[in-house]
């Protein structure tokens, strides 16, 4: 094929196309608005990066990301010190937040256990919770994990764990969706859903 | 709502969901593939776009972007010279390339000529096209323009000022698109396809 487009263009497609969400065609003009407009919006977000690349760290308590360490939730006095909830990432940590619906802290494990893709309690961080909960002030803590094969073996191997130390260990409920329509459900939701169910008050 | 990302964080995102292709949600996830792997993903795409931003310039030719001016088209002299095909964007440009059906020159104007949005051919680079075609040796210019009132205005106000200049002026067939079905065609694409119908050999 004929050369018509700079390498420096084709690696910055090639590194955009890596972003999720971003395909290829969906690369190609992302990099092509960068390109167009340098000032307003090649540079700024050069800019964006660069301080995120320089401040941004794990905290070294939860696993979240911030720019402070301990980070902002792990410092904050008004949240409930003693209930921890466990999620797999960090994009889920965020997910409940955006929803404002956990007072309490976080422990981002950075996975799950999975015995396919050789992952063990010490490809985790298993440690740190199993400290932190030793450490004491912790009554409760909620495996916010996927309801998946991978999600559930961890909460199982968690609660094993937590099972001695005296801590009240809850996972979230399931059932059906938000605005969900019962027709669209696989069976699997279906089979938790009616396993859930509560009797309404009268 | 309180506090739980930090600043830097949510200029990251808020830069990345500027892109074309990215909303507010891809764009969170996006900045978060990137913290979450600085040196292997958010570092690697700084640098690429340091790279594009010191080389890649307009060329003051045809107005595509390169690291080279004139660039590597209009320098490359495999090239027939003597047929231009006009376009609004860069981006038109890269998907004629990527095609590879155009052996000629382009230009690019930057846009089309718009009475709704107050663009005159001033605010085009259409001089730069009549000068290129005033300085000789082009014997065809193709108007590659959208199909669409804005991109018909044009051709027809460059036709017109080309029509002096005794080179071919041709525009693009229209008709229904490869493996376009009819019935989800609209009606200008059907009525443009019937007066662009062509008789077959026998």
Do not use: F
Request: with cysteine.
């Amino acid at each position: 094929m004929r050369v018509w487009s700079s390498p420096e263009i084709e690696a910055l497609i090639a590194r955009l196309a890596r972003l999720p969400g971003l395909g290829p065609r969906s690369a190609r003009r992302a990099a092509l608005a960068l390109l167009q407009e340098p000032e307003t919006r090649l540079k700024p977000l050069m800019a964006v990066m660069g301080d995120a690349a320089q401040t941004i760290r794990t905290c070294s308590t939860c696993g979240n990301l911030d720019s402070q360490n301990p980070c902002v939730i792990c410092s904050d006095d008004e949240r409930d010190q003693s209930v921890i909830c466990v999620v797999e990432t960090v994009g889920d940590l965020w997910a409940l937040e955006r929803a404002g619906v956990h007072k309490g802290l976080y422990h981002v494990l950075g996975g799950t256990l999975s015995a396919l893709s050789g992952r063990g309690p010490d490809d985790l961080n298993t440690r740190g919770l199993l400290e932190r909960v030793d450490g004491g002030g912790v009554r409760e803590v909620v495996l916010a994990l996927g309801a998946t094969v991978e999600g559930a073996t961890t909460a199982h191997w968690l609660h094993h764990q937590l099972a001695e130390t005296g801590v009240t260990v809850s996972r979230l409920g399931q059932g059906v969706p938000m605005g969900g329509a019962l027709e669209g459900m696989d069976d699997g939701t279906l089979a938790a859903a009616l396993m859930a169910r509560r009797r309404l008050e009268t």
